[in-house]
């Protein structure tokens, strides 16, 4: 009984492989259509896919072009083809602004480069674009119900690209005096950080940046530059324990203090 089901099975499996391969060589393009739609219904996503990438071009100006198009888009979300799916939910909108699926699309195009998005230390292109699709999104959508689902997204990808910012000023740090001033190069960083991203969790990981910088720089400085130097530390110290008195870092914060007075007040 086992190896008449099996073989059954072997058979429909058989003529349904059959009839997609037909399929794709086929110049019925509707038969095309209907069977891309089917086969989206039963979660088989590269086959609606294939059938449509080739032809819906050709549906453009027919009452099965907004369709085919947003179904293209949606296929290709759901092989994780988030790229792919980003582009073409970009062009459903942008060619149907007022399309049915005009909403949904801009709400996957931002998914979708969302989910894209890789993690702080790679190249956030994919993230910035995340951004600018959500950020469209609201602009056009402002009361839809997916409005604070977009904006805690948009929070997580800027919380990204701030943690890339915090990686690049530790290693600015770590790099120290190697071929130039590179505490410098770190506050600078910091402080732009701080300015692109005022309400990151990672606010107080870039002031004792800043201050160690500052302290590392007088330490490593001229003798005749020492004195400002340190009172740009002893400026820091403040800025830092206004904001963080109870900080995680404040024992340490406080004995640069205490070094940097040393300087000024000698």
């Known amino acids: 009984m086992r190896k008449v089901f099996f073989l059954l099975l072997v058979s429909v499996l058989l003529s ?108 956030q292109s994919d993230t910035y674009r995340a951004i600018e699709e959500l950020n469209g999104f609201l602009d056009y959508y402002p009361t839809s119900e997916k409005a604070d689902e977009i904006r805690a997204l948009m929070f997580t990808l800027q919380e990204k690209l701030a943690e890339k910012e915090l990686l690049s000023v530790k290693l600015y740090y770590n790099l120290g005096t190697y071929r130039g001033n590179n505490y410098e190069a770190a506050v600078v960083t910091a402080r732009n950080a701080l300015k692109d991203y005022p309400y990151t969790e990672y606010k107080e990981e870039f002031e004792i940046l800043i201050l160690r910088s500052r302290y590392q720089e007088a330490l490593h400085s001229v003798d005749e530059k020492k004195r400002e130097r340190f009172r740009n530390v002893i400026d820091e110290y403040y800025g830092y324990t206004n904001d963080f008195p109870e900080g995680k870092y404040i024992k340490e914060a406080n004995k640069i203090f205490d070094v940097a007075q040393k300087y000024v007040t000698d």
């Open 16 to 123: 349904s492989c059959s009839e997609y391969n037909k399929l794709l060589k086929s110049t019925d393009y509707d038969k095309r259509f209907e069977y891309a739609k089917t086969y989206f219904e039963q979660g088989k996503y590269s086959r609606t896919y294939n059938l449509l990438k080739d032809i819906v071009t050709l549906f453009k100006g027919t009452g099965k072009a907004e369709e085919s198009l947003y179904l293209l888009a949606r296929s290709a979300y759901m092989q994780k083809d988030y790229q792919s799916s980003g582009a073409l939910f970009t062009a459903y909108y942008k060619n149907y602004p007022k399309g049915e699926y005009a909403e949904l699309s801009r709400y996957y195009a931002g998914i979708g480069y969302y989910n894209a998005s890789p993690e702080p230390k790679l190249d």
